[in-house]
T-cell receptor, first 108, second 112 residues
Framework: KNEVEQSPQNLTAQEGEFITINCSYS?????LHWLQQHPGGGIVSLFM???GKKKHGRLIATINIQEKHSSLHITASHPRDSAVYIC??????????FGEGTQLTVNP | DAGVTQSPTHLIKTRGQQVTLRCSPK?????VSWYQQALGQGPQFIFQ???????QRGNFPDRFSGHQFPNYSSELNVNALLLGDSALYLC???????????FGEGSRLTVL
């Protein structure tokens, strides 16, 4: 059974700061997802990773398969980045196991 | 492209009742997954439908059932509702079983 742990649970930053959210998992995976959830519930997929690094705008996601660890970085953070960021791993078939999420608040 | 649409967005039921939630996948997607998200927690996988059959199932009782139609839309049915079934129910579609997921806005169920 795969377990997914995220840290920190809550994170407050000032606008412009560099932010890192970490995700560790157990077991084998076929892919790892980083998701963003805004108040009200809608979830947006930010990245799907199986190796290496991906970048989209100010967001960067990395994964180390050997260490079973992934990080999501936000450069030049902005108040509109405030949301819950969720790490989820895909195991056999296409079942996703989710972390509990990291609540990010970016203050102006 | 309308993306993934879910209905209803909010609903209130009482214990013992039954509920049906609906999901229309993103155009071109044939795989639909359902998740339950309790307040303050991460989503939990309920089941996945592909080619009108349930392909994988999470740790949910038989009170939770589903269906996928030939147009790939899907329903989630919950019978004999309990207070603990109160949650946000999320639908996600993907172009295949391993593809990137696209989520709907969710259906928020409150059981009184």
């Amino acid at each position: 059974k795969n377990e997914v742990e995220q840290s920190p649970q809550n994170l407050t930053a000032q606008e412009g700061e560099f932010i890192t959210i970490n995700c560790s998992y157990s077991g084998g995976i076929s892919a790892l997802h980083w998701l963003q959830q805004h108040p009200g519930g809608g979830i947006v997929s930010l990245f799907m990773l199986s190796s290496g690094k991906k970048k989209h705008g100010r967001l960067i996601a990395t994964i180390n398969i050997q260490e079973k660890h992934s990080s999501l970085h936000i450069t030049a953070s902005h108040p509109r980045d405030s949301a819950v960021y969720i790490c989820a791993v895909k195991t056999s078939g296409s079942r996703l196991t989710f972390g509990e999420g990291t609540q990010l608040t970016v203050n102006p | 492209d309308a993306g993934v649409t879910q209905s209803p967005t909010h609903l209130i039921k009482t214990r013992g009742q039954q509920v049906t939630l609906r999901c229309s996948p993103k155009s071109g997607h044939d795989t639909v997954s359902w998740y339950q998200q309790a307040l303050g927690q991460g989503p939990q996988f309920i089941f996945q439908y592909y080619e009108e059959e349930e392909r994988q199932r999470g740790n949910f009782p038989d009170r939770f059932s589903g269906h996928q139609f030939p147009n790939y839309s899907s329903e989630l049915n919950v019978n004999a509702l309990l207070l603990g079934d109160s949650a946000l129910y999320l639908c996600a579609s993907s172009p295949d079983r391993a593809g990137e997921l696209f989520f709907g806005e969710g259906s928020r169920l409150t059981v009184l």
